[in-house]
């Protein structure tokens, strides 16, 4: 089960039970608890999204301050919907805190060994997948939209922490955070085919629905996990929908693409 964790500053984020019970801080923010106004209210945490980088650098101090680290410790990405993953290191800590340029460039997956560096990813629809293996003591993000998801981007991660860190798939944790659901996810006929061409499996991710194609990616995202040698009972996947839930979460396609960007974290 998922749960939702509400703080005294307004702060919330939905969290994996599975993960938490497992000893890693972890979650994907709503949208309460912070000082952005307009079309970012009120917890924006993307400084690319035309908010003013003062509300947005509270707004990631308070949620720091949440997770007792200072903001300069956080560590972001640019993230493009490619399939670079980085291993933060000692030397890699706090990259795109305060700056979006000194983010991590054409990267949608952070890693890490290393005990209290945050590490975030600003989702707005597209998958947050969190990993956690509590026998290596290692955490990833990724931001996994429906390119990324195409690409295999979540396996590719799991593959990544194995020759990083020495992981083992069957001891890896993972949480399918709040996103874009089916419902509401329309696409081309060519992004379908793309999950078509992925196999079978991947094909009855993408479903035609009153001439309309629309894709499962958290189905898809399931299946990427499970192939990469994941137990299914240690994937735990969200029931909340961002375009459903106007007042807890940000949507990029329910708010016209002019709106905040909530945080898919992790900390050791």
Known sequence: MTKWVEHENGI??????????AGLR??????SGGVSEG?????NLGLHVEDRTQDVLENRRRLCALLG??????????????DHIVAVGPTEIGRGAGSYGDAFPHT???????PGVPLMMCIADCVPVILFDPVKRVCAVVHDGWRGT???LAAKTVLAMQLAYGSKPKDILAYIGPSISKAHFEVSEDTAMTFRHLGPAYGECAVQHEGTWRVDLWKANHLLLTDAGLIP???????SCVFDCADRFFSYRRDGGHTGRMGAFAIL
């Open 26 to 31: 972890h979650g994907v923010t709503g949208r």
């Open 108 to 114: 949608d997956a952070l890693m890490t060994n290393i």
């Open 69 to 82: 680290c200072d903001l300069q410790q956080l560590t972001t990405a640019r993230q493009t919907h490619e």
């Open 12 to 21: 919330g984020w939905e969290e994996s039970t599975l993960l938490a019970d």
């Open 233 to 239: 009972e240690h994937i735990e996947t969200t029931e």
């Open 39 to 43: 079309p970012f209210l009120s917890l």
């Open 150 to 152: 195409a690409q295999r």
